[in-house]
């Protein structure tokens, strides 16, 4: 039984799902871009320092002696936020403004020479800055921003860098939410009108269409779109409209055919008192109905063998193999002593059957090798030669090879075609359909193998049915 689908919830769809991979490759960008950001952030804020180091150096250079206050001294250094300064001027002397007892610098870092090729160290640097306990003293050594030559180095608390980048990163975080949502609530529209929208429409199509199938009205109208979308919307349509013709042809052919069937049932058994009476026509006195007795005993024949053929071919399914142990060769050679009654021995039987037991349903294996002997003989074949060989696996191959004129070209395409597949005038072509289907329901196959002036090979492989070698006597 059919599980009935139906089309997911706004929540758990495909809408839900491409809005949220939106925000996290958005996010996932924003943090692509936020790791050389928070290093420039580290870096521009120890610049900041180193330049104003140097313009608190400024003010010493305007003092005598560079003499100044504890007071003053504090209030530079406030300004600076840096523990102590030292200035080192080309040809001077250094120039120290420290507090009383600076601590001592737990990291150097050297900013000249420091480009943007360079981030590895700085983004290392920002990250154990933001995630550590930022209790660090660094020591920071740089070119004054004035390009006079001057060396800055700056004693400062790190706990002010970690803060700084603390509050960056929060705004950074809060201008990321903002972007991805906005972001991806576009994209989420833009996919849902451009994508989701037209791929829902054709999901409930398929689901209505799957339901009431013989309903013109489920079939799908395509857009006009002339990309991916309109492409399959178009070829869908196509589709179910096929579909839907097929269905029609084939409730018309099962009708058909069951109307078929119980007429030929009717007609066999109407045919089969004919049959009869017909027998009795070749005793007749008259010589003139004797003589028209045996054309009208082989039409009633004929006649009845195509209703039997009917009745067979129209059963919904043949019925599954009855497997039994037997020898194949055995088999053969009453298939030859059925032939030969069935053709008035028009052909010589030949068979070159090794000893073999096969397990497979005895009966259906006998319709398919007296199928295809009596063919070859009424095509007119003087000689059937039958032979047989186990192949890997525990299969068997069998070929009934003829010395007739071969299968005509119209024959050849549609050989295993019920009703058109017919080498013989007046033939129905369902005994080979009847043949290849029992075949397929061993697991094996029959096959035309070769056909040409000089005669016609066909094959029979049958897998997995060999039981074991019978000794030779």
């Known amino acids: 039984m059919t599980r009935a689908r139906q089309l997911p919830g706004l929540l758990t769809g495909l809408s839900v799902r491409l809005l949220g991979l939106t925000i996290a490759f958005v996010m996932l960008a924003e943090f692509l871009i936020y790791t050389p950001s928070i290093a420039k952030f580290r870096t521009d804020w120890l610049q900041g320092?180193?330049?104003?180091?140097?313009?608190?150096?400024?003010?010493?250079?305007?003092?005598?002696d560079y003499m100044v206050s504890d007071a003053l001294k504090a209030e530079l250094l406030a300004h600076a936020e840096a523990y102590a300064i030292v200035i080192q001027k080309p040809g001077d002397v250094r120039r120290v403004l420290a507090g009383d007892m600076p601590p001592r610098a737990d990291?150097?870092?050297?900013?000249?020479?420091?480009?943007?090729?360079?981030?590895?160290?700085?983004?290392?640097?920002?990250?154990?800055?933001?995630?550590?306990?930022?209790?660090?003293?660094?020591?920071?050594?740089g070119d004054s921003p004035r390009r006079?030559?001057?060396?800055?180095?700056?004693?400062?608390?790190?706990?002010?860098?970690?803060?700084?980048?603390?509050?960056f990163s929060e705004r950074i975080l809060a201008l990321s939410l903002v972007i991805s949502l906005i972001t991806a609530c576009l994209v989420?529209?833009?996919?849902?009108?451009?994508?989701?929208?037209?791929?829902?429409r054709l999901t409930a199509n398929m689901l209505a269409f799957r339901d009431a199938p013989e309903d013109a009205a489920s079939v799908i109208v395509p857009s006009a779109r002339s990309d991916e979308i309109g492409i399959a919307q178009n070829g869908l349509a196509d589709m179910e409209k096929a579909l839907r013709a097929s269905l029609r042809q084939k409730e018309r052919l099962v009708a058909l055919g069951v109307a078929v069937a119980k007429i030929s049932h009717d007609l066999r058994g109407i045919l089969s008192t004919a049959q009869l009476v017909s027998d009795r026509l070749s005793h007749s006195a008259d010589p003139e109905?004797?003589?028209?007795?045996?054309?009208?005993?082989?039409?009633?024949?004929?006649?009845?063998?195509?209703?039997?053929?009917?009745?067979?071919?129209?059963?919904?399914?043949?019925?599954?193999?009855?497997?039994?142990?037997?020898?194949?060769?055995?088999?053969?050679?009453e298939v030859g002593r059925v032939v030969g009654l069935l053709t008035a021995e028009r052909a010589r039987w030949d068979a070159a059957v090794p000893p073999l037991d096969v397990v497979a349903?005895?009966?259906?294996?006998?319709?398919?090798?007296?199928?295809?002997?009596?063919?070859?003989?009424?095509?007119?074949?003087?000689?059937?030669?039958?032979?047989?060989?186990?192949?890997?696996?525990?299969?068997v191959t069998i070929e009934v090879a003829?010395?007739?004129?071969?299968?005509?070209?119209?024959?050849?395409?549609?050989?295993?075609?019920?009703?058109?597949?017919?080498?013989?005038?007046?033939?129905?072509?369902?005994?080979?359909?009847?043949?290849?289907?029992?075949?397929?329901?061993?697991?094996?196959?029959?096959?035309?193998?070769?056909?040409?002036?000089?005669?016609?090979?066909?094959?029979?492989?049958?897998?997995?049915?060999?039981?074991?070698a019978r000794a030779a006597e």
Request: aromatic share 6%; charged share 25%.
């Open 402 to 468: 003829d010395d007739g004129p071969g299968l005509p070209a119209k024959a050849r395409d549609k050989l295993f075609m019920p009703f058109t597949g017919s080498a013989r005038a007046g033939g129905t072509g369902l005994g080979l359909a009847i043949a290849r289907d029992l075949a397929r329901g061993h697991g094996g196959e029959l096959t035309l193998a070769a056909t040409s002036a000089s005669g016609t090979v066909f094959r029979l492989d049958l897998p997995g049915v060999v039981a074991a």
């Open 361 to 395: 349903d005895r009966d259906q294996l006998f319709r398919v090798l007296v199928n295809l002997g009596r063919n070859a003989a009424e095509a007119g074949a003087k000689t059937i030669r039958v032979t047989a060989a186990a192949t890997g696996g525990g299969g």
């Open 49 to 64: 320092r180193i330049a104003a180091a140097r313009l608190v150096s400024l003010a010493l250079d305007a003092t005598p």
């Open 107 to 141: 990291a150097r870092f050297d900013l000249r020479g420091s480009g943007m090729m360079d981030m590895v160290g700085p983004v290392r640097e920002a990250y154990m800055t933001l995630f550590g306990p930022g209790t660090r003293t660094l020591h920071v050594v």
């Open 188 to 200: 989420y529209l833009s996919l849902q009108w451009m994508f989701v929208r037209p791929l829902r």
């Open 289 to 333: 109905v004797r003589r028209l007795a045996p054309a009208v005993i082989a039409s009633i024949d004929r006649a009845i063998a195509l209703c039997s053929q009917t009745l067979d071919y129209a059963r919904e399914d043949l019925p599954p193999p009855q497997r039994s142990r037997f020898a194949l060769a055995d088999l053969v050679e």
């Open 148 to 167: 006079d030559g001057v060396v800055v180095e700056v004693l400062v608390d790190e706990a002010r860098l970690r803060q700084g980048m603390i509050e």
